[in-house]
């Protein structure tokens, strides 16, 4: 053993007391949460290096005799403290993919980029035990450090004791004093490496982690964490014997959660400049929609719909209001559309291209699903443990959620509230926790019946929602909702054709697994640009995915004036149209409250905001100003006439303008027959007239029968309608 092990005592005591004094007296005065002294690795190297080398080759040894002695410098001082030392900020060479850990990492010290995918309910560990001699009263103390099993005395000490042993003809028993052994909280995590860092095609290792102290409940199940741990062993148990495989745990030794997000992706200067320059260029937005998917042809509904994608990408700006809410700055959008129309292609792209992409399907999510589970004995204990869904696992980043009509009913519900305040709150088996869950969420719905129903003209998109079986106010939650038609236009349908045997013919690519279909034609030499089948500029995958990280992590653009200007004057005016638009089609002046059309409500305005805010993004706007606002204001003017919303409240309620027109329509040819009529109409003139309107009698019936429940009308004769008032 090397020097600076077996004196690691006196070298502890040494720094402790020359370095580490105020933090010394700040344990002793009881006012730090817990009884911690962090210590850096780098303080550690400056004052002794031969120590500091020392740790990271016996770690286990050399920190517990930290804890130790820290201890004792509290107790000789008064205060009974069982006092630990965090290491911290270590070296860059102990950091290892997890992947990688194996014999040469055991007992070492290392430091892991992981992500948190499951936390265990807290359970306490005795970490001193203190035995009692059933002969002869004595008691001694034992340190336990293997989770594993409880470390019993062989032996009474013969100095202090009876020297009596547990085998042997005078032999004794040892009772474990709990009332005055220590007992220190413990929690299991279950870690899994960067899913960026993940080769694709492989799954991602896991490994369970052991924290204790002030560790626990420090990190939720989605948190993206650098891990500095021992790995230790422990024997494979098959059949109750132990076996000469091991398993690899790890012991943590002290944790940082992220400050910065997207580290995980590196801009060189170089690339940094290259970003700039694209930023600068003429009808970015254009070029951005061409990279989305560029191996999907698009019409001109698609080639929107890939702009308000880019949107998403850059995403707007998280708020926090003066009440300590959160406002989101993600955006969530929509895509309904038949089988066979590149949805799933699009997401998968989307997925991709993201910065903390995930892409999952609705029905096939297992475990935790979307959003959070507890489960059962995960970690071998019979306990409750929590585990994040898709939804925490994106967190910042975002969510390509397939099928997502086929979700679970569970999942139905909380998503409701995941998207807006964009926190998933667990109570269940013991655990509550609120897990983070700030991601833009790309959905994808096929119909029910195979294909979206032929809707007229005039119906709005909320026919097509309906035909999803999502629950409606799902809709709301929503910033932007497509219907992706499989419409035949002799026109499209060439160029579709043409461009998939472009595609599938050209000769590039056979050597690339994963993206096949997303790459086409790369120029020479250039890693920004790259031209698509159909002849279009647009740019690589890999740089536009540093472009969106580079946005998301350096520019969170506010509104200026102007641009507040443009959306308020479009919400007003949308506002009085739909209010001239009634007087002139004479809606009736006592019309319930719930009939009345609400045009656009302040949803609206957020979206626009959002909108706003992503396309000053992509530009590496600090503030989005008027021009901003006016792309956006377009794409949802676009979005708003190509969905016939004409009334946001059925976002909410599914109850579709129309279907209140027939309400209204209803009522209207009601009362004209009762003034026509001396104040009765009958059933069968009702029934003529809606007829005209194109409106069918168990319409009528259905309006008439909640009409007369909410006492509106009465049946003086059979057959016959009179209004209450
Ligand atoms: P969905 O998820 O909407 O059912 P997919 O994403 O599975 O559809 O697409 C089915 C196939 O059709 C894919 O191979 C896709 O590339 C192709 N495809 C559909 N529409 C287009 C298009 N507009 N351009 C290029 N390929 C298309
Ligand atoms: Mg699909």
Redesign the pocket.
């Known amino acids: 053993m090397a020097m600076a092990t077996h004196d690691s005592g006196a070298r502890w005591k040494t720094f402790l007391s020359e370095a580490k004094e105020q933090e010394i007296t700040l344990l002793l005065s009881r006012q730090t949460a817990s009884p911690v002294i962090d210590v850096s690795f780098h303080e550690l190297t400056g004052f002794d290096p031969e120590f500091a080398e020392e740790i990271l080759i016996s770690p286990r040894l050399i920190i517990s005799s930290g804890h130790k002695i820290l201890s004792e410098i509290c107790r000789d001082r008064g205060v009974d403290l069982d006092a630990m030392i965090r290491l911290s900020d270590l070296p860059k060479d102990t950091m290892r993919p997890l992947r990688e850990i194996g014999s040469r990492d055991i007992d070492k010290l290392r430091s892991l980029d992981v992500i948190v995918t499951k936390m265990s309910q807290l359970k306490p560990r005795i970490h001193l035990a203190v035995f009692q001699c059933e002969n002869c009263g004595e008691t001694q103390q034992i340190d336990q450090t293997n989770e594993s099993e409880l470390v019993e005395p062989i032996r009474c000490p013969p100095d202090t004791g009876c020297g009596a042993s547990i085998r042997g003809n005078d032999s004794t028993r040892f009772n474990l004093v709990m009332n005055i052994s220590r007992m220190i909280n413990n929690q299991w995590l279950e870690i899994q490496e960067l899913p960026e860092n993940v080769p694709s095609g492989a799954q991602p290792s896991r490994a369970q982690v052991l924290l204790e102290g002030d560790l626990v409940n420090k990190h939720l199940p989605g948190q993206r964490i650098t891990a500095n741990v021992i790995p230790v062993v422990r024997s494979e148990i098959k059949k109750n014997k132990k076996t000469p495989m091991f398993d690899i745990i790890y012991h943590m030794v002290s944790s940082t959660h992220e400050s910065v997000p997207f580290t995980e992706i590196k801009i060189s200067d170089e690339e940094r400049a290259q970003i700039e320059d694209v930023a600068a260029t003429d009808n970015l937005l254009q070029l951005m929609g061409n990279s989305i998917a560029p ?4 019409n001109d509904k ?1 080639r929107l719909i890939k702009r308000s994608l880019v949107l998403q990408l850059f995403g707007g700006v998280r708020r926090k209001t003066s009440d300590n809410n959160y406002l989101r700055g993600d955006i969530h959008i929509l895509l309904m ?1 038949d ?8 997401l998968n792209y989307m997925s991709n291209i993201s910065p903390r992409g995930k892409f999952a399907t609705g029905g096939g999510t297992t475990g935790a699903g979307l959003t959070a589970a507890a489960i059962r004995d995960t970690f071998g204990d019979g306990r409750f443990a929590l585990e994040a869904g898709v939804l925490p696992l994106s967190d910042r980043g975002l969510a390509a959620i ?1 099928e997502f009509d086929k979700i679970s009913n569970e999942d139905k519900g909380s998503m409701h509230p995941a998207m807006e305040q964009q926190r998933i709150y667990v109570a269940k088996g013991g655990i509550t926790a609120t897990l983070p869950a700030r991601c833009a969420i790309l959905a ?1 719905a ?1 119909p029910k019946g195979g294909r979206f129903s032929n809707r007229n003209e005039n119906s709005s998109i909320m026919t097509s929602f309906e035909e999803t079986g999502l629950p409606y106010p799902l809709a709301s939650r929503f910033d932007l909702l497509w219907l992706i038609r499989d419409e035949t236009e002799t026109n499209t349908d060439t160029k ?1 054709a043409r ?2 045997l472009n595609i599938r013919t050209s000769s590039v690519n056979e050597n690339r697994s994963q993206d096949i ?1 997303f790459e086409t034609e790369r120029e020479e030499g250039d890693n920004i640009f790259s031209t698509g089948v159909d002849g279009k500029k647009h740019l690589t995958m890999e740089f536009l995915r540093k472009y969106v990280a580079f946005a998301k992590r350096n520019y969170f653009p506010n509104l200026n004036e102007k641009a507040k200007l443009a959306i308020e004057e479009y919400y007003v005016s949308v506002r009085n149209d739909t209010a001239k638009q009634d007087r002139s089609a004479g809606a009736f002046e006592n019309e319930s409250e719930k009939d009345r059309v609400i045009p656009i409500t302040a949803r609206a305005i957020e979206a626009l905001i959002r909108l706003t805010e992503a396309h000053a993004r992509m530009h590496l706007k600090q503030v989005a100003d008027e021009t901003d606002a006016n792309v956006a204001l377009a794409v949802y003017k676009h979005w708003r006439d190509d969905s016939r919303i004409e009334d946001e409240a059925e976002l909410q309620s599914g109850l579709s303008a129309s279907k209140r027109n027939i309400n209204q329509s209803i009522r209207k040819i009601i009362r004209e027959i009762c003034e026509e009529r001396g104040g009765e109409a009958e059933i069968t003139l009702i029934y003529n007239r809606a007829r005209d309107f194109g409106i069918v009698e168990s319409q009528v019936d259905d309006v008439i029968s909640s009409m007369s429940i909410n006492g509106e009308i009465y049946t003086p004769r059979g057959g016959t309608y009179r209004f209450a008032r």
């Open positions: 191996s999907i042809f698009a698609l559309g089988p066979g129309v590149a949805k799933s292609q699009l397939d994808a096929n579709i461009h998939i279909d």
